[in-house]
């Protein structure tokens, strides 16, 4: 049986989705940037699916601009504060997506920009107290604080709203990593009070190499990448038609379906905590599942086993697709920089299980079956070892 508990490190591609780039892929092949009818046609498309986006949002179709996806997102706004906000300190957490963290180190020793971390929890909650206070002892510098909505490895989230307000009344700007929660919740920038959040659709069954960033009306960046004048002059290179197209109606199924799917996933993590805790007494939970938590995630902490190495490998093997941290960083032997930070016990394996609409319970089952014996089976060759010494 083949499982696939990795949704967030991407998700596969909904046919609803697939169906509609297929039409793009074979006739709209002009380039948005020609004045021609086929390059007109290409932009027409470009422009619908930006005000779709827009919309789902509650954002104006100005505010958004197509990237690759969350990675350069995320540059565009740490680079651009610095050189076209003239943000002098940066706001973050040791928790972060390395698209930001190591950006805001760059801009730290790039450029002397001040950086500051707020702490967070045993369980990755950011410290709003704490917050409050980097702002209040940094009023007289002009402050971008960059926090991500929820962390992609253990699931914790972050109170968007609250953090807005806060950063409105100090003055400072917000930038938020929306890139796990994007599809999954409902996000109203106006509401939530947010100067930047940024967007892949492949985190919820869109295509790969695609997203946006949102910046308020109100700011103005240059571009990160220069040579054309694409994207209104913020993005250089001629558009991924069909990619955009794409994410404009995986956005569309995913807010058509939401409250369906939460309900639907949701139940499948708080299914697979139970039975791993039946089967496993010894398990524990990174983060705060049951909680204040992103449902499509579940971070698991196993006991310490001589398979600790292996044990990614081992589910694998009976395959099952689950991952040690973050999938940006796989096949880093550094281990996972949240983990560490929230003082987990690194010498036990901690394993993130991420769920999606395709998820179902028979799959869940099978997983936990599979670890249930890779445990067992541990146990009874340690036995077999200390009755032969």
Known sequence: ????????????????????????????????????????????????????????????????????????????????????????????????????????????????????????????????????????????????????????????????????????????????????????????????????????????????????????????LKPLITGGAQERNMRAGTENIHGIVGLAKAMEVAHRDMAEHEKQIKGLKYYMVEQLQQVLPEVEFNGDPLGNSLYTVLNVLFPHSEMDEMFIYNLDIEGIAASGGSACSSGSVVGSHVLKQLGIDMERPSTRFSFSKYTTKEEIDYAVSVIKELFRFNKKEKVKRSIGK
């Open 1 to 220: 049986m083949k499982v696939y508990l990795d949704n967030a490190a991407t998700t596969p591609m909904d046919y609803e989705v697939i169906e509609a780039m297929i039409p793009i892929l074979r006739n709209n092949f002009g380039n948005p940037s020609s004045v021609h009818a086929f390059g007109r046609s290409s932009r027409a498309i470009i422009e619908k699916a930006r005000k779709q986006v827009a919309r789902l949002i509650h954002a104006k179709p100005s505010e958004l601009f197509f990237t690759a996806g969350g990675t350069e997102a995320d540059n565009m706004v740490l680079r651009g504060a610095i050189d076209d906000l003239k943000i002098t300190h940066i706001i973050t957490s040791r928790i972060e997506h390395h698209a930001v963290l190591d950006t805001a180190k760059l801009m730290h020793q790039k450029d002397g920009v001040k950086l500051s971390y707020v702490n967070v929890d045993n369980k990755g909650f950011v410290d709003i107290s704490h917050l409050k206070q980097l702002l209040e002892e940094n009023k007289n510098l002009k402050t971008l604080v960059s926090l991500m909505h929820a962390n992609n490895e253990i699931g914790s989230l972050l109170p968007l709203k609250k953090v807005g307000d806060l950063c409105n009344e100090y003055d400072a700007y917000f930038h938020s990593d929306t890139v796990q929660t994007m599809g999954h919740y409902p996000i109203d920038v106006k509401e939530l009070g947010v100067h930047f959040i940024t967007c892949s659709a492949h985190k919820f069954h869109g295509p790969k190499g695609i997203g946006f960033l949102y910046v308020n009306e109100n700011i103005q």
